[in-house]
């Protein structure tokens, strides 16, 4: 494991400056801080890095973690009773980290709303909690499990299920087209978990390739069920109506989508799911290139090419089946989920189910790994905050005496520090008789 990288020379820690931000952080308590120093070599004990080596390898900090706190600032590290234990992904609306919960010990994925995006959002802010509600009682295994959203230090979070992996546009980018079996089975998936969510009330808005995970283990899993009115990557004003707002993302929107996003029904989900069966078979949306305006105008009017022409290998009959998702008009689609999850079945003939729980599995283990131990890049902040932003003072703190702990705590390291100069005092003086 490579070390820690050190700050810059405009802001050297020091050993308390960085003992003092741990304990404000709330990460550690000082009796955790003490035992690590105990396992310090005394000669590197005056080194913040090496310190914040040592924290690392025992598992007690992140890389990320101890980057940020030897920077001095360890504002947004602990959100509510979730550790912020590494970065994962940005969005232009919000940013998603690796998190621990300090109750259970498990691992989630905390999304955290950017909040510069969402002052003076009253509606859409309440329209995000009654869905994070519907959404938390939805159980499915191919949704993300949404356990729970809260607001602290002044951001709006979201906490999910932690599926290591890559989602399916990557996939596609790094490996090519899926083939046809591989495409059913995975789409089959998604098909089984909307219909459960439609069911249940709640329309997705904005399936495509990159909110589908594909496992360790080869499932896929629905991302952010119940966040597109919140928080659709392409979200902007109808430039074709000229009013209102477009939720989705224009490569895979259904064409009533585009003319309102509020009102519609399990069938948009429907197209978008066929428009992402269309590229996981031959490597491209149905409509690339253009603009946002194209987009929109060929989804209502237009015909993608044939997938066929593309994908000479993909089945007539699933060539078919993405052709019926894709219908301009609602009422000619599959009538549900269910019915398109079926159909896909059939084509996956040959596919070997491995089992869904993913928690055994070593490539879990290893992703998690990967992901804390990352070097930090530069270019991911803690969770939405700034000093403009937020105060230090209101940050939450494990133990309201952490100052007299900090007290305690460079006492302790005094003693220690004196007891062995005295010690080497004593030793020098023998040797010298």
Known sequence: MSEVPSATT????????????????????????????????????????????????????????????L??????LLLGHYQVLAPIGRGGMSTVYLARDERSGELAALKVLTPSRWRNQERLLARFQREMELS?????????????????????????EFIPGKNLSKTVAENGP??????????A???????????????????KPS????????????????????????AEQDVIGGQGYIVG???????EQTRDAVHVDGRADLYSLGCTLYFALCGQPPFPGGTSRDKIRRHRQEEPRPLRELAPDVPLGL?????????????????????????LRAWAVGEAVLPLDQHEDPRYTEAVSTLQNAEPSAEYSLPGLSASETDLSTIERRDPDWPMQMTLLLLAIALVLGGMTLLMGLIWLFAAR
């Open 178 to 187: 899926l083939q046809a079996p591989r495409a059913a089975r995975l789409m």
């Open 136 to 160: 938390r009682r939805v159980a499915h295994p191919h949704l993300a499990w949404t356990y729970e959203s809260g607001f602290c230090l002044g951001v709006y979070y979201i906490a999910m």
């Open 249 to 255: 993302t224009m490569d895979y929107i259904a064409p």
């Open 71 to 76: 920077r001095g600032s360890g504002k947004g």
């Open 211 to 234: 909110n589908i995970m594909i496992t360790p283990n080869d499932h896929a899993k629905v991302l952010d069920l119940g966040l597109a009115l919140m928080e659709g990557e392409e």
């Open 10 to 69: 405009d802001n050297l820690p020091t050993v308390e400056g960085f003992l003092k931000t741990i304990l404000k952080s709330g990460l550690l308590d000082r009796r955790q801080l003490q035992e690590a120093l105990s396992e310090v070599p005394q000669e590197r004990r005056h080194d913040p890095h090496a310190l914040a080596d040592h924290l690392v390898r025992k598992g007690k900090l992140s890389r990320f973690q101890a980057s940020k706190l």
């Open 189 to 207: 998936e998604v098909a089984s978990g909307l219909e459960h969510a439609h069911n249940q009330g709640l329309i997705h808005r904005d399936l």
């Open 319 to 343: 060539a078919q089946l993405v052709s019926r998702l894709m219908a301009k008009d609602p009422d000619l689609r599959p009538s549900s989920a269910a019915t398109v999850e079926e159909e």
